[in-house]
């Protein structure tokens, strides 16, 4: 079965636009080394919740969302190798070195989870 990185994290509300264009581009890069699919979500229904929610998850502040994002692969190793050698890919840290990324990397959290269900 697949294997998928999933990310959730907050973007401002007013810089959701760029932030869509942004990973427009990094989702062509994987896409490019062969991951399967490059998902984002943009909150719709996360309210908070009385222990834990997605906005209690990234200190949702006004004015922001939460995205909910995945990276699907054919396997652990794709995963792996996708991810080594896009780290080598100057196109990736040019992206990731401009000023100013639209979102706040310090509330984000992602994982990697192996697939156990697929309906």
């Known amino acids: ?6 990310f959730v994290l907050p973007v401002p509300l007013e810089q959701l636009d760029d932030y869509l264009r942004f990973t427009r581009r990094v989702g062509e890069l994987w896409k490019e080394y062969g ?5 984002e979500c943009v909150g719709d229904d996360i309210r908070p919740g ?3 929610s997605f906005p209690q998850s990234v200190k ?8 909910f ?9 794709e995963r ?3 991810h080594s050698e896009l780290m080598d890919d100057p196109r990736l840290s040019d992206m990731m070195n401009q000023a100013g990324l639209p979102f706040d990397s310090k ?5 990697g989870f192996m697939e156990r269900v697929r309906l």
């Open 1 to 6: 079965m697949s294997y998928i990185d999933g």
């Open 35 to 39: 991951a399967l699919e490059y998902v």
């Open 50 to 52: 009385e222990h834990t």
């Open 60 to 67: 949702l502040q006004t004015g922001e969302t939460v995205i």
């Open 69 to 77: 994002a995945w990276i699907r692969y054919a396997s652990r190793q």
């Open 80 to 82: 792996d190798r996708i």
């Open 107 to 111: 509330r984000l959290f992602w994982g």
